[in-house]
């Protein structure tokens, strides 16, 4: 197996992204690239991953409150549907995180600029389609990426 473990975050949709830059970008890439086409053919969905690779899978979430709840749902309906599987079709693999797990605490953050630093919490916005801000001492990624290690190292033991 050439793979140790695959993360997955959410997907985004062309349909879901009406006026941001990512809709612009799908547009773009699908007029440049021969057979395929962003806003026809819908992204994969995470139980797609979950048939196709029986290694562990970690399901990440968006840090944005964009669609937050689409994918908590999405991420509850996975567990579910693995919990209640036949008991020799059961995976003891996957795992689920909440990227935003740390937000009550730290406080939101986020900005429409995908690169750059910003001096909380003065500067700070709240774009519900933003990326989540970093700082000089870190940031709610830096949290997420321990997050994501922790749970590696659980699921490749």
């Not at 669609?67 to 209640?84: A, D, I, P, V, Y």
């Not at 939101?108 to 750059?116: F, K, M, N």
């Not at 940031?139 to 321990?146: N, P």
């Amino acid at each position: 197996q050439d793979v140790d473990a695959i993360v997955l975050g959410r997907f985004n949709t062309v349909g879901e992204s009406k006026g941001t830059s990512f809709e612009r970008a799908m547009l773009e890439l699908s007029q440049h690239m021969d057979g395929v086409d962003f806003t026809r053919i819908p992204p994969p969905r995470l139980e797609h991953f979950v048939r196709l690779y029986d290694g562990p899978i970690l399901f990440l979430s968006m840090f944005s409150r964009y669609n937050q709840r689409g994918f908590l749902r999405q991420m509850k309906g996975m567990q579910t549907q693995l919990q209640q599987s036949p008991a020799d079709q059961r995976r003891s693999n996957i795992a689920f995180l909440n990227a935003r797990r740390y937000m009550e605490e730290l406080g939101e953050c986020s900005s429409i600029d995908r690169l750059g630093e910003r001096q909380l919490p003065s500067t700070c916005g709240t774009a519900p389609k933003g990326h989540t801000c970093t700082g000089t001492l870190g940031s709610h990624a830096d949290l997420a990426v321990w997050d994501v290690v922790e749970e590696l190292y659980r699921l490749l033991r």
